[in-house]
Every structure is written in structure tokens, then in C-alpha cells.
């Protein structure tokens, strides 16, 4: 027997005086998956996918010639998805993201219904999206409709009426939002976390978050690890020196001691507040009975001298399992993937809620306590085309150097994305730049620190400062930020500064 060359159908030359009728049957119909028919229809099949691939992106295509614009945030992606956002759109096109500032309602001209209330979080889920303007639910003496004519139960938007509504009565609910202008800075460039899906388009805010926001509060100095203090550290006088070397002027190298009236329990942490251009003996002790605890057990002065037990050893840019370095637990931590801004712009929780410690020496960050998520109220539809995708991120000196790399849904940019070179080149670049800060966009030559105005970004109107992910390396506090004339300069990460978030439609 011979076989075509494409899709190896069986053929029956015409003197085979030997193959059987039954074999002859079953090699073109029969039911094993080798057979003529089997084959054709497994090849149509795949045919029939790839056609529907090609004439999605045609249609996609077909769109952007005839001036037709995506409608609606699922329409981006779609886009994206196949492969045809550098088609569609150019770098440097803008998206407006509604973000939720408040939901009221009004029963109108009503005469059945006395009052009206809302639940702003179900009023958006039952719109599927954050769109400032007036709805109104109409009752027509049966059911509530919807400006659309469609009958709804209005308990399904978050809406609860006091009284029996009559024919004609109504109900407005109007929804305000404050506006956020994202940038298309790259096509192509982040690779989905989803190894399905292939294509990508990375958005960074315009202009920078309205509010200035550290990047990682100042840590504990001592953690009560359960095998160095397996009764947790009791009462009494303890000592301990700061680095030689490390801030002479204020009190490195000198030996301090404190003294506790009360016990600290496994899995405590010991905070010594010794701030910047502060002289050490002038701080305070204070002791916490868990990681991230915000009450505190007690506070205590510190004395010069050496008196009582040693505590662990300090050094000013190593950490060991008990022991935090100095630069950390004076101006907290410049690993990205530990800090408390990664936490908050991932997070749609309320204030008090959504802060959780990521080391035995993590603090919370400021605004925990006041502020909700940066999530909180951004358009549910469009945060759900916003997906993962792989970073990689330089880490510093006290984490032993090299890169971590991590999923990311909203996220700050690295030294490298920004045209401003590499951080550390013996472990290479932390990611590769973005063309919307690439040649052509910059004012540099080549990727530099110097002045470049097109990183310049403003808050509330004025230039102003803001933070990327990308360490300082050879400091455990100090993170790079991008300064008011476009400069590549860094800062401890207990400053407050502002927060340009990226994502990725995938």
C-alpha cells in the first residue's frame, strides 16, 4: 500500500491484486483514528481553528482601517489577545480608567417609596463597571426597570427602598468617579504569567497617584526566635553595640544598654527607634509580642554602657535569622517583593485590613491604617483584563544580591525599564526598557541617569518625585527614584514619595 504525502491517506494502486475488501474499508471509513476519513476530518478540524484565529485578527484589523474603536475594555483585550494591539494602537495612547469616588441615591418625584439607600460595592458588581453618571429604576406598578426598559430587582444593584413603591415611582442613583489617564508603554513586551497566552500590552498611570507613599516602613531590630529563646526574652538588663564605622557622628560603634520590666514572647520583636541625624542614646526601645503587632508591650530609654546579656549581634547591612541590619530598622527595607507599597497596590481591601508582615522584622507601612487598597474602586471591568505577567527585580547587598523574580499584576518600573541602565552589572538588568522611554522618546543618547524629561512626571500639577522597584544595591534601605527633572537619584524607603502603577492587559 502507498499513502498521500500531506495528510498520508491510504491509496490502492490499481494493480494490488493482494489487499482485501475489509482491508480496503477500513484503511478509507473505518473507526481507527488512522483512517482516510479519521485523517480528513482531523485535518479539517485544525483548518477550521486556524481560519477562525486568521479572521478574528482580520476583523480586528478590519476595525482600526474602517475607524471602528474598541467599545468596551473586553474589546481591548481581545485585541491584545490576538496579537494585533501594534495594529491598533501606538505607543503612548491613552486609556481613561474610572475609578469610584462615591454612589448616592435619590427617590425623585416618588409617592410610594419614602427613602432609598445604596451599597456602593453592590451597585458597581451589579453594573459590572465604574461609570460616573445618573441611573434611574423606574417601578411600573410590577416590577423595577432599568433605563433600558428591562425588569431588574433592584436588590441584585445594592438598593433598598423604605415604603411600598407605586406605578411610576423611580429611583436615581448617580455614581462619581475620579479619573485615571494610563499610557500604552509597551506592546509585546511582558510575558503573561498564563503560559496560554501569548501577547501583551503594559499601561503605566500619566500622572502619579494623587497621595505621596512610602515604599516600606521602618523594621523591628530583633526578632525572639523560638531557638535562641525558647522561654521568649525575659525581663532583665540587656546590652548590644551598633556597628563601628556606621554613623559615628550619631552613636555607631557604641555599646547601649536597656532594661525590661516585662517579658517578650516567642515570636516577639524588639524595635530600637534610633532615627536619622539622632544620637543613639538618646532612642527608645520598644517591644511587640508579634510580628507586625501595633500595640506595643512597653517602651524603655537606652543607656551608654555595657550592662546585662548581649542581644544578637547588629550589623549594618547583613540580616541573620534574629537579628535585622541597621539600615533596615532605621529606614526600612528596599526589597520590592517584602514592601508594603507592592501590598497596597495589589489590594482592594479596606484600611486596617489588608497589611500582612512578609519577614520576622516587617512593620506596617503608614498607610495601612488609613487608606484602602489602591484597587478599591477601579472599574471592575477593567481589572479584569489586567493579568500577570514575570518580572524580574534587582535585590541589594543585604539580600545577597542577584535578581528575584516574581508574578506581577500592578507593579512599579525598574531602573532598567526606564532607560536608566543597569543597577548591578554582575548580576545583569532587572528588565529591559520600554519604548516608551526608549531611544527615540529620550532625550539621552543611550540609557543614563542624566536629566530626561520625558520621565518627568507630575502630581496634583507639580513635578514631583517617584519611586521604582529597583534598589539601591549596595544599601539595605536606599530604592531608586526618579527625580522632578527626570534623574535617576535613590532615598531610604520610609520616604514618602510618588507611585506611578504599571499593569499589563494580557
Known amino acids: 500500500m502507498s499513502y498521500t504525502p500531506n495528510l498520508n491517506l491510504l491509496l490502492t494502486p490499481e494493480d494490488d491484486t493482494t489487499t482485501t475488501f475489509k482491508d480496503w474499508r477500513v484503511g478509507i471509513n473505518g473507526e481507527e483514528g488512522n483512517s482516510n476519513m479519521a485523517k480528513i476530518d482531523e485535518a479539517y478540524g485544525a483548518l477550521n481553528d486556524q481560519t477562525q484565529k486568521i479572521q478574528s485578527k482580520v ?10 474603536a474598541p467599545k468596551t475594555w473586553g474589546d481591548v483585550q481581545t485585541i491584545v489577545r490576538n496579537g494585533a494591539a501594534a495594529q491598533y494602537f501606538d505607543i503612548g495612547d491613552q486609556f481613561i480608567v474610572e475609578k469610584l469616588s462615591a454612589v448616592t441615591a435619590s427617590k425623585g418625584t416618588s409617592t410610594g417609596i419614602t427613602a432609598v439607600t445604596v451599597n456602593a460595592n453592590s451597585f458597581v458588581e451589579g453594573c459590572g463597571e465604574v461609570h460616573a453618571g445618573e441611573y434611574v429604576f423606574t417601578f411600573d406598578g410590577k416590577s423595577w426597570r432599568n433605563e433600558a426598559g428591562k425588569a431588574v430587582k433592584i436588590e441584585n444593584y445594592g438598593i433598598s427602598v423604605t415604603g411600598t413603591a407605586k406605578a411610576g415611582d423611580h429611583v436615581i442613583i448617580t455614581e462619581t468617579s475620579t479619573q485615571l489617564a494610563f499610557d500604552v508603554i509597551g506592546i509585546d513586551h511582558d510575558t503573561p504569567a498564563d503560559g496560554t497566552l501569548k501577547h501583551s500590552m503594559t499601561l503605566q498611570m500619566h500622572d502619579l497617584w494623587p497621595t505621596a507613599i512610602a515604599f516600606d516602613a521602618t523594621e523591628a531590630t530583633w526578632y525572639i526566635d523560638e531557638a535562641t529563646y525558647p522561654q521568649g526574652l525575659v525581663a532583665g538588663t540587656y546590652h548590644f553595640t551598633l556597628p563601628a564605622g556606621y554613623d559615628n557622628a550619631y552613636g555607631g560603634g557604641s555599646t547601649l544598654n536597656f532594661t525590661l520590666t516585662k517579658d517578650v514572647p516567642v515570636g516577639g520583636q524588639i524595635r530600637f527607634a534610633w532615627s536619622y541625624n539622632v544620637q543613639a542614646n538618646t532612642c527608645k526601645i520598644s517591644t511587640y509580642e508579634s510580628i507586625g503587632a501595633t500595640a506595643v508591650i512597653e517602651t524603655v530609654s537606652v543607656a551608654d554602657g555595657e550592662a546585662g546579656t548581649a542581644m544578637p549581634t547588629l550589623h549594618a547591612t ?189
Open 59 to 68: 476583523d480586528v484589523v478590519s476595525d482600526k482601517v474602517f475607524g471602528d
Open 318 to 506: 547583613a540580616v541573620s535569622d534574629n537579628a535585622n541590619c541597621v539600615h533596615r530598622f532605621r529606614y526600612g527595607s528596599n526589597n520590592w517583593a517584602e514592601s508594603g507599597l507592592r501590598q497596597w497596590l495589589n489590594t482592594d481591601a479596606e484600611a486596617n485590613t489588608w497589611w500582612e508582615p512578609k519577614t520576622v522584622f516587617d512593620r506596617p507601612i503608614a498607610i495601612a491604617a488609613t487608606t484602602a487598597g489602591f484597587l478599591k474602586g477601579i472599574d471592575p471591568a477593567f481589572l479584569d483584563v489586567v493579568g500577570e505577567v514575570v518580572k524580574t527585580t534587582q535585590e541589594s547587598i543585604s539580600d545577597e544580591y542577584g535578581h528575584n523574580t516574581s508574578t506581577e499584576r500592578f507593579f512599579l518600573l525598574s531602573r532598567p525599564e526606564v532607560y536608566a541602565g543597569t543597577e548591578r552589572s554582575a548580576d545583569g538588568a532587572d528588565g529591559k526598557v520600554y519604548e516608551y522611554y526608549g531611544a527615540g522618546y529620550s532625550d539621552l543618547a543611550s540609557p543614563g541617569t542624566g536629566a530626561d524629561s520625558n520621565r518627568i512626571k507630575y502630581r496634583n500639577g507639580s513635578a514631583t518625585y517617584w519611586w521604582l522597584r529597583t534598589p539601591y544595591s549596595t544599601s539595605g534601605h536606599d530604592v531608586r527614584l526618579v527625580y522632578p527633572t527626570g534623574t535617576l537619584n535613590n532615598v531610604s524607603a520610609n520616604s514618602s514619595l510618588g507611585v506611578a502603577p504599571a499593569c499589563v492587559i494580557v
